[in-house]
């Protein structure tokens, strides 16, 4: 599995948190690219988080697997019971199994979570800037993109 880029979103869909391999900010050309992707996945997300919560609310998994896919990338995706949005962005040639991309997903996610428990973080407001989740995040883009 390719990793290409992650994001966070928070409630609002906000950015809380953006990296791509080109390790560029939002609004520079592929990254720019990567932020369009994700939004797009967006309404995929909460469509299937409703109807998920409709069939069967108290056996919701928070994990819903591939979002969208288009001809370069494929999203997969989490939803926390706080709302926040945990985004994955991976090579379309990515045919890793869902298991590898579930645990890619939620690794993600744990960092985010290891993150935000920082007492003197403040994510009030604006994007989340923490050194400790970039740094983890990196390491996991340069131990997947290796491995494959």
């Known amino acids: 599995m390719r990793l290409v880029a992650v994001a966070f979103l928070g409630k609002a869909n906000e950015p809380l948190f953006f ?3 080109n390790d560029q900010p ?10 369009l992707v994700f939004f797009s ?6 469509e299937r988080r409703k109807k ?3 069939s069967a609310p108290s056996t919701f998994d928070l994990y819903l697997g591939q979002v969208l896919q288009m001809d370069d990338y494929k999203v997969f ?10 985004l994955v962005l991976c090579d379309s040639a990515t045919d890793a199994g869902d298991a590898s991309v579930r645990e890619a997903v939620l690794s993600f996610r744990n960092m985010y979570t290891n993150a935000v428990q920082n007492p003197f973080l ?6 989340l800037d923490s050194n400790k989740l970039k740094r983890s ?10 491995v494959s």
């Open 52 to 54: 998920a919560l409709a």
């Open 26 to 35: 939002y609004g520079n050309g592929e990254a720019n690219t990567h932020q």
């Open 122 to 127: 403040s994510v009030v407001k604006g994007p």
């Open 19 to 21: 990296y791509s391999v």
């Open 137 to 146: 995040v990196v390491d996991a883009f340069i131990t997947n993109n290796r």
């Open 77 to 86: 995706g989490h939803y926390s019971n706080t709302h926040i949005k945990t």
């Open 41 to 46: 996945a967006l309404d995929v997300l909460d």
